[in-house]
């Protein structure tokens, strides 16, 4: 079973229960908004009722109302990757060796697609990488909901150049894909389990891949969400994600017309298309 998000034929979203490739309405619960403003305990008896059936089109499991964040090295490799494309490489040894974790703004609604849909590198940088994640699900009670997958594409070469860029570097159209769907958290592996694959497919070649664990990350989960809703709030709850342990090596960047392929264990696939974000992106907005 999963929660997932459908574009109706009227052009809504509704947010469903996924069973046996099956979509089905929550009663009383049309959007994800209105699902994290419920208690866990609330959720998991929503979780097995089954309203009339949905049908329409796969959409990134987000709503208007929700803040997609991310955190930032969270992972030994990702210390390692990011202090071999900066110019001031001590920043990410500290940052890695804190008590505060390093969170910012990611994406909204608007700039977040799901499996199937195009991602894009920058047309003024030289150098992107897609950064594999395992994305949380956070109620307005702090209480982690499940967990997708989350692409965090990043202009390398516009962060490496000045951490201060790191905004244009994370914040762009094109830069954010989610899902394909959510795995409740009582359904979902543990951390030791929750194997995160990925792949860059050029010319129907793997140009490059890679695995980690969620479990090699170097902060708990809930440390993540502590500091996050930290002189924050979140009426409609948050997503956040968690941080990459798979970073390509300073050679490969990503190119048009690429697939990004990420696989975490008992969450699901997430595949994109590389297209190249123009100056005025207007059209690959949802």
């Given amino acids: 079973m999963k929660l997932a998000v459908l574009r109706t034929a009227n052009h809504s979203h509704q947010l469903t229960i996924l069973d046996e490739g099956i979509h089905y309405a929550i009663p009383g619960i049309t959007s994800l908004s209105e699902l ?3 208690p866990l305990s609330e959720i998991k008896v929503l979780a097995n009722m089954r309203g009339e059936v949905i049908t329409g089109s796969l959409v990134a499991p987000i709503s208007p109302e929700i803040e997609l964040w991310g955190a930032g090295v969270t992972y030994l490799r990702s210390r390692d990757a990011r202090k071999e494309e900066s110019g001031v490489p001590d920043v990410y040894q500290k940052v890695y060796e804190a008590e505060r974790p390093e ?3 990611k994406s909204s ?27 949380i699900f956070i109620n307005k009670y702090q209480e982690i909901v499940g967990y997708s997958i989350c692409n965090d594409v990043t202009a ?6 000045n951490p201060l860029y790191l905004s244009q570097a994370k914040i762009y159209v094109g830069s954010t894909s989610l ?43 809930q440390d993540l969400v502590s500091y996050l809703y930290r002189c924050q709030y979140f009426p409609y709850g948050a997503i956040l994600s968690t941080g990459t342990g798979i970073v390509p090596p300073i050679d490969i960047a990503l190119q048009v017309d690429d697939t990004v392929e990420i696989s975490v264990a008992g969450v699901g696939i997430l595949r994109n298309t590389v297209v190249e974000i123009p100056q005025n992106p207007e059209q690959f907005l949802i």
């Fill in 109 to 135: 609604a608007m700039r977040t697609n799901t499996t199937n849909q195009p991602i894009g590198i920058r047309f003024d940088c030289s150098a992107s990488v897609p950064e594999p994640e395992v994305a």
């Fill in 156 to 161: 390398r070469a516009i962060e490496g150049e």
């Fill in 36 to 38: 994290h403003q419920l």
């Fill in 103 to 105: 969170l910012f703004y």
């Fill in 179 to 221: 899902g394909p769907d959510i795995t409740p958290i009582w359904l979902a592996p543990t951390s030791t389990e929750m194997k995160i694959e990925a792949r860059i497919i050029r010319a129907e070649q793997i140009s490059w891949q890679a695995q980690t664990y969620l479990g090699a990350l170097n902060r708990t989960l």
